[in-house]
């Protein structure tokens, strides 16, 4: 089986990949449109909110967590999720620079 290359880039680039791949799913980003409409929620306000089941809705709130995009706080029997400022920052800053760049090039090929 191949290796991934991953080593050859920069700790940003394997970051920022790391990020988006985790955003690849449209429950993931649904989960997250959620959460910053109501700051703060338990598992299961998203399961009411979302045509899945609650064990998938759990798949992808981990998926989410483990990349740090949210964050969860044990409350009760239930875990309390919100969105993680400090990584939509920094994946808003990448967007940024992409976007100011492109606004900036003359022509495309």
Same mark, same amino acid.
């Given at each position: 089986?191949?290796?991934?290359?991953?080593?050859?880039?920069?700790s940003?680039?394997?970051?920022?990949?790391?990020?988006? +791949?985790?955003?690849?799913?449209?429950?993931r980003?649904?989960?997250? %449109?959620y959460?910053?409409?109501?700051?703060? !929620?338990?598992?299961?306000?998203?399961?009411?909110e979302?045509?899945?089941? %609650?064990p998938?809705?759990?798949?992808?709130?981990?998926?989410?967590?483990?990349?740090?995009?949210? %964050?969860?706080?044990?409350?009760? +029997?239930?875990? !309390?999720y !919100?969105v993680?400022?400090?990584?939509?920052?920094?994946?808003? %800053?990448?967007?940024?620079?992409?976007?100011?760049? +492109?606004?900036?090039?003359?022509? !495309?090929?």
């Open positions: 089986m191949g290796i991934s290359k991953t080593e050859g880039f920069t940003e680039q394997n970051e920022m990949s790391s990020l988006f +791949k985790v955003l690849g799913h449209p429950a980003i649904a989960i997250i %449109q959460l910053m409409s109501v700051d703060a !929620c338990i598992c299961g306000d998203i399961v009411e979302l045509p899945l089941a %609650q998938t809705v759990s798949q992808h709130l981990k998926e989410l967590k483990n990349a740090g995009i949210i %964050q969860g706080t044990i409350e009760g +029997k239930g875990i !309390c !919100c993680n400022p400090q990584k939509i920052q920094l994946m808003s %800053q990448f967007l940024e620079q992409v976007i100011i760049k +492109k606004s900036n090039q003359k022509t !495309c090929c």
